[in-house]
């Protein structure tokens, strides 16, 4: 990946630019000075070098094969790819694919099957996913296809808004905000619930909005402004309104699965800065289901 150095950073140390322009870590920096992986105009550089305007830093961070999980295999699932460019890729996952391999998912993740699209590609891949959804959770996932995309992402706040539709039991308030502190419950190494005070807990905020009420639910566009596990089944559970589906926290069977997916999502470009909004359209279990609710109110 090659950089030009602005005449901000003429007369900078090389340092400077990678750690203040690039906000690079100092983990990922190491690395490459370790395996010869910065250059500038062509050249192995220190990073003491000075640099002048126009100058050009070249950094080899794209994945080898000796980087990639010799545990993760190829799996032939359908991809659904709404962008992507060399620095990153975002998929609209389907509901009941889990993101990441773990226990009983060897071979059924969306891993598995980025994994395979590479191999068909001939390119080495490595997993890393810059948000997370639950297995049952439909919607909107950032890959990072370098080591960059995904230190810009992790050090920086670039997805600085993520909105899913929830179907929610009743009728719902027009708009709100939801807070207070998550943590499991009880001895539970799943199941999380709202307290009042912080003790070994984390600090939840999420915002809502009533979209529609009819035939019993409510379709309700939520914001999490904290990214806490289980976040959004937790609050609007604890509101009086479980999610439809969501038998964890109370909303029964009625769905397969919890009716709540991630729509939109906002995010600033890792290389070129630039604002994107990425969305994705309502999975058919979750539009059938208002379907059905409409026609019967």
Do not use: W
């Not at 991630?262 to 359209?281: D, K, S, Y």
Request: glycine residues 8%.
């Amino acid at each position: 990946m090659e950089f030009l150095v602005d005449d901000e950073y003429a007369g900078k140390l090389l340092r400077d630019f990678l750690f203040k322009r690039l906000m690079l870590s100092r983990a990922i920096v190491a690395d490459l000075k370790n395996n010869g992986g910065i250059t500038v105009n062509g050249a192995l550089a220190t990073a003491r070098y000075v640099l002048e305007g126009g100058d050009k830093v070249s950094l080899k961070i794209e994945d080898t094969y000796a980087d990639c999980d010799k545990a993760l295999y190829p799996t032939d699932l359908p991809l659904d790819i709404i962008f992507e460019d060399e620095h990153i890729m975002a998929i609209n996952k389907p509901p009941y694919m889990p993101t990441h391999l773990s226990h009983g998912h060897r071979t059924d993740t969306l891993a598995n099957a980025l994994k395979a699209e590479f191999d068909r590609r001939g390119l080495p891949f490595v997993m890393r996913a810059v948000n997370r959804l639950d297995t049952d959770t439909s919607g909107i996932v950032i890959i990072a296809k370098n080591r960059y995309s995904a230190d810009r992402f992790a050090k920086t706040n670039l997805c600085y808004e993520k909105l899913y539709t929830a179907i929610v039991y009743g009728e719902i308030a027009e708009c709100g905000e939801i807070k207070g502190y998550i943590r499991r419950l009880g001895e539970s190494i799943i199941t999380r619930a709202v307290y009042e005070n912080g003790k070994t807990s984390e600090f939840s905020h999420t915002r809502y909005e009533r979209l529609a009420s009819f035939g019993g639910i409510s379709v309700v566009r939520c914001e999490p402004v904290t990214g806490r596990t289980h976040q959004l089944r937790v609050h609007l559970s604890s509101i009086g309104h479980p999610i439809v589906g969501d038998d964890l926290y109370g909303g029964g069977f009625e769905m397969k699965r919890q009716a709540l997916h991630a729509g939109t999502l906002r995010f600033v470009h890792p290389f070129t800065g630039q604002a994107h909004e990425l969305t994705a359209p309502l999975p058919n279990d979750m539009a059938d289901f208002l379907e059905e609710k409409q026609n019967e109110s």
